[in-house]
């Protein structure tokens, strides 16, 4: 008659993976530092927070149609067979119903609170990730993770957008940030994760060229990256306390590339995987720390 209790609160548990709420938390955070970089006073501040909680919906709702579109793959990689809609503990309608709420009502937020331009990069960020790359370009090419990194690359552009209601330079260089840093952050999972993603079809580097390839094209975007790191400092959007801290990081990422580049270990993989996620954790927060120094000074 009654459902117990721990059923309802473990579908909460479910839906909520199903937004990928790790991930999107470090987008929020990069879409917070585009709005905090583009702050005209504080008086905007309900607006931004709803703004923000208007992107962290979408983002999530293009999450949740990622696993709804993959489900079938998942079900064939170890470490997405553990997925609500795998196991069957969410279903499919239940899970498009969750979707669309979740990004209309994201869509909803933006266009009332921020702006229209930031509600339209938001929808086509959207598309981007959930339709294209999911849909169209993972199961196509190995550069499925360079085009598509574009949506992801957008979040700070989102934010700034929202504050602004325009883009601009320093908007495009903290798209760069995120767009060059893609590849190598998925790479390195690619490598350790690859006998997953031969199991799926998935034409990831690592399947279609090889490890030794990836290991070199990783290294690559690493020294891609840290010049792309320069841009800020090079246009006056950030000072000297920026540039220390990416110089730091920069240079942990290139020496664990170089290190994954010559001995292959997987475990170097693993490290480089999980230091790119503090790289760009750090690397977003010395811009906002930068800025805050500057305003005290
Ligand atoms: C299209 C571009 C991207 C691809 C293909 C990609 C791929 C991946 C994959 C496969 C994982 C492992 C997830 C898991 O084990 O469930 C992951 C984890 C993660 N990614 Fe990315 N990623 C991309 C973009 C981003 C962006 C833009 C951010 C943030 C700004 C991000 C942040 C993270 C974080 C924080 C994790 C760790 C999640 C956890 O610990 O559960 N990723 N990524
Ligand atoms: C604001 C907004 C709409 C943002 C959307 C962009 C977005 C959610 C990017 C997330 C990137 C991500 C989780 C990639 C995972 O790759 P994958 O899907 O190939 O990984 P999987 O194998 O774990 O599913």
Redesign the pocket.
């Given at each position: 008659m009654f459902k117990p209790i721990y059923a309802s609160s473990l579908r909460l548990a479910d839906l909520w993976a199903l937004g990928?709420p790790r991930?999107?938390a470090l987008?929020v955070f990069c879409?917070a530092v585009g709005a905090a970089m583009a702050w005209p006073d504080l008086r905007a501040l309900p607006d931004v927070l709803a703004s923000l909680l208007g992107?962290a919906l979408?983002?999530?709702?293009?999450?949740a149609v990622?696993?709804l579109v993959?489900r079938n793959?998942?079900a064939e990689?170890r470490?997405?067979q553990g997925r609500p809609l795998v196991r069957g503990t969410v279903t499919v309608t239940d899970a498009a119903l969750y979707a669309a709420l979740l990004t209309l009502s994201g869509l909803w937020l933006l266009a009332r609170y921020g702006n229209w331009l930031a509600c339209a990069l938001?929808l086509a960020?959207?598309f981007?990730?959930?339709v294209i790359?999911?849909r169209w370009l993972?199961p196509a090419t190995p550069q499925n993770?360079v085009i598509?990194g574009a949506?992801?690359a957008?979040?700070p552009v989102?934010g700034w957008a929202a504050v602004s209601g325009t883009i601009s330079a320093e908007a495009a260089v903290m798209f760069l940030l995120i767009y060059t840093w893609t590849p190598p952050h998925?790479w390195a999972l690619a490598l350790y994760r690859q006998l997953d993603y031969e199991k799926a079809g998935l034409p990831m580097l690592p399947v279609t060229h090889g490890a030794a390839f990836t290991r070199q094209t990783i290294l690559l975007y690493a020294v891609m990256l840290a010049a792309v790191c320069v841009l800020p400092f090079v246009i006056g959007m950030s000072g000297w306390l920026y540039m220390a801290i990416a110089t730091w990081f920069n240079a942990g990422f290139i020496l664990r590339s170089i290190r994954l580049y010559r001995t292959g270990d997987e475990a170097i993989a693993r490290d480089l995987f999980r230091y790119s996620i503090k790289y760009l954790a750090w690397v977003f927060g010395a811009l906002i720390a930068d800025r805050l120094l500057f305003a005290l000074l």
């Open positions: 990928k991930v999107v987008i879409a992107i979408v983002a999530m709702g293009a999450a990622n696993c993959e793959r998942d990689m470490r997405t938001t960020t959207f981007g990730y959930a790359y999911t993972k993770i598509g949506a992801g957008m979040p989102l998925f």
